[in-house]
């Protein structure tokens, strides 16, 4: 069983839906990333959160550490949101990636 | 400032070969760390460096080994190239921790191994 757990592994939306994408981490942690990749293969870190809630524009980021689990949200999706999106938790000295998930936002 | 940069962006090598990857952290950052992508295993760690000493490193195996300068620069050496070592290696810089602190990363470079 993966340390890091993604789901759903693929998800296509319409434009102005709202996406949750989840993080469930089997392993003791300091913090969870949230990373978008886009093709080409720029990675862009979007929320790093050990507690709580993250909100940046339209991106939500929420962890519950007790359960061992994450999830990123997308409000109004729109279709340069196409990316894939990967959770990676970290220890002080490494992170550990989640298989990532491909979302595909059409207009 | 700066983003974190690699070079080169693309590499052709043959099996039995080796190779060195260069990364420039963003100005003032001194943990460098590096990534193996491939589309079987995913984004894999490699190993981190801080102030010219590996911290951490991946279950890989000793051919992939690195090194920091002390400005900061980094660069991943494999020997002995593989066909499996095909891959998108990204390397990352932080201020501090790999693990706690926001990851920055270059645009990686694509290496084939023919």
Known sequence: ?107 | KAGVTQTPRYLIKTRGQQVTLSCSPISGHRSVSWYQQTPGQGLQFLFEYFSETQRNKGNFPGRFSGRQFSNSRSEMNVSTLELGDSALYLCASTYYRVGTDTQYFGPGTRLTVL
């Open chain 1, 1 to 107: 069983k993966n340390e890091v757990e993604q789901s759903p592994q693929n998800l296509t939306a319409q434009e102005g839906e709202f996406i949750t994408i989840n993080c469930s981490y089997s392993v003791g942690i300091s913090a969870l990333h949230w990373l978008q990749q886009h093709p080409g293969g720029g990675i862009v870190s979007l929320f790093m959160l050990s507690s709580g809630k993250k909100k940046h524009g339209r991106l939500i980021a929420t962890i519950n550490i007790q359960e061992k689990h994450s999830s990123l949200h997308i409000t109004a999706s729109h279709p340069r949101d196409s990316a894939v999106y990967i959770c990676a938790v970290g220890s002080p000295d490494k992170l550990i990636f989640g298989t990532g998930t491909r979302l595909q936002v059409f207009p």
